[in-house]
């Protein structure tokens, strides 16, 4: 049980039974730092109808940087997305310890990210039914204990309240997904980022 489910069945707290995040607005700060040492990132790829997220956080989990788009919606080709991507990795560089690249079915876009030499940070992730949750489950735990701060971002924000987990019934175990017909690239790239700092700190 989580503690925003704790709190709505014993504290009487108006929050969603299912929700997973607490303490998101306590979360939100005004400022954006701009002192830090190390930075880490989490790239959450959609190179069809989703959006592209990408995700800086420093060694203390404040979330210093989004970049949100949609590769037909933004008018790119694959060059200019390719670009933007370095471009994000690239603005951190001098204090970049590592970047995760989300590459469920884009390993060719990794590969071709990767042949420029600069990116050699760039390490492939794969989100999968035992990763994600593991990953979800560590953003959960940031956000319980007030570790994490996040920018007043509203499609960050409106995310992570639809954010929600269902139990399987063939297997019993939880599933982290967005509500349906809602947008979690924000989220999965936040928890892939935070996942990163803590792996790359920790390992």
Request: aromatic share 10%; net charge negative.
């Given at each position: 049980?989580?503690?925003?489910?704790?709190?709505?069945?014993?504290?009487?707290?108006?929050?969603?039974?299912?929700?997973?995040?607490?303490?998101?607005?306590?979360?939100?700060?005004?400022?954006?730092?701009?002192?830090?040492?190390?930075?880490?990132?989490?790239?959450?790829?959609?190179?069809?109808?989703?959006?592209?997220?990408?995700?800086?956080?420093?060694?203390?989990?404040?979330?210093?940087?989004?970049?949100?788009?949609?590769?037909?919606?933004?008018?790119?080709?694959?060059?200019?997305?390719k670009q933007r991507i370095k471009d994000f990795y690239l603005h951190f560089d001098s204090h970049l310890s590592a970047?995760?690249?989300?590459?469920?079915?884009?390993?060719?876009?990794f590969d071709e990210i990767t042949d420029d030499e600069r990116m050699y940070k760039l390490i492939p992730f794969t989100?999968?039914?035992?990763?994600?949750?593991?990953?979800?489950?560590?953003?959960?735990?940031?956000?319980?204990?007030?570790?994490?701060?996040?920018?007043?971002?509203?499609?960050?924000?409106?995310?992570?309240?639809?954010?929600?987990?269902?139990?399987?019934?063939?297997?019993?175990?939880?599933?982290?997904?967005?509500?349906?017909?809602?947008?979690?690239?924000?989220?999965?790239?936040?928890?892939?980022?935070?996942?990163?700092?803590?792996?790359?700190?920790?390992?």
């Amino acid at each position: 049980m989580t503690k925003s489910q704790f709190d709505q069945e014993y504290l009487c707290k108006p929050v969603s039974s299912d929700a997973l995040f607490s303490n998101i607005e306590e979360a939100v700060r005004p400022h954006t730092p701009t002192k830090y040492e190390r930075v880490y990132i989490g790239m959450d790829i959609g190179v069809a109808q989703d959006y592209t997220v990408l995700t800086a956080v420093t060694q203390d989990y404040e979330v210093i940087a989004i970049d949100r788009f949609n590769l037909k919606e933004d008018g790119l080709d694959s060059s200019a997305f390719k670009q933007r991507i370095k471009d994000f990795y690239l603005h951190f560089d001098s204090h970049l310890s590592a970047a995760y690249f989300e590459v469920n079915n884009n390993n060719l876009l990794f590969d071709e990210i990767t042949d420029d030499e600069r990116m050699y940070k760039l390490i492939p992730f794969t989100t999968s039914g035992q990763s994600k949750p593991e990953i979800v489950r560590n953003l959960i735990k940031l956000f319980e204990e007030n570790i994490i701060t996040i920018p007043n971002d509203t499609n960050l924000v409106r995310e992570l309240y639809d954010f929600k987990s269902k139990r399987n019934p063939i297997t019993g175990n939880l599933q982290f997904s967005n509500t349906e017909g809602k947008n979690d690239d924000m989220v999965m790239s936040l928890s892939i980022a935070c996942w990163c700092c803590k792996e790359e700190q920790e390992g």
